[in-house]
């Protein structure tokens, strides 16, 4: 069995961001029925990423925010800055953190650890709505 849905998430402006509720609402439809299952998520945009992180404790996405900018500064001398000056940083970092994941699916349920979320990594400073392609085979 194979189901796709393409949706967007809300506006946000940068920072990492726990999704996990926002994408369940999109793809609930979608885990009915799957026992054994893989959902793939795929952000179609080059200045946010995709990434499972730990979703109890804000810190650790302040603290990733703050990771990512200190090996990716804004202030480099940056030829590609079309869109400002966190546009080739942006870029950068979407390489690094990556534009989709796999979650295993059991029992109609995200396999997820217990303190494991989704992420929406966004690099850019202006607020942005970002759309996400999900997957789920089974």
Request: charged share 20%; net charge negative.
């Amino acid at each position: 069995m194979a189901w796709q849905k393409t949706f967007t998430l809300s506006k946000r402006s940068k920072g990492c961001h726990l999704v996990t509720e926002e994408v369940m609402s999109h793809i609930e439809s979608g885990l009915n029925g799957v026992q054994i299952g893989m959902l793939f998520l795929f952000i179609q945009h080059t200045s946010a990423a995709l990434t499972v992180n730990e979703n109890y404790d804000r810190d650790v996405r302040t603290d990733m925010d703050m990771a990512l900018d200190n090996i990716v500064p804004e202030n480099l001398e940056w030829r590609h800055t079309d869109e400002g000056p966190d546009d080739s940083a942006s870029h950068t970092k979407t390489s690094l953190v990556g534009t989709s994941i796999s979650i295993p699916i059991t029992g109609g349920r995200l396999n997820l650890g217990t303190w494991q979320g989704i992420y929406l990594t966004e690099f850019r400073h202006v607020l942005h709505s970002r759309k996400v392609v999900a997957t789920i085979l089974s």
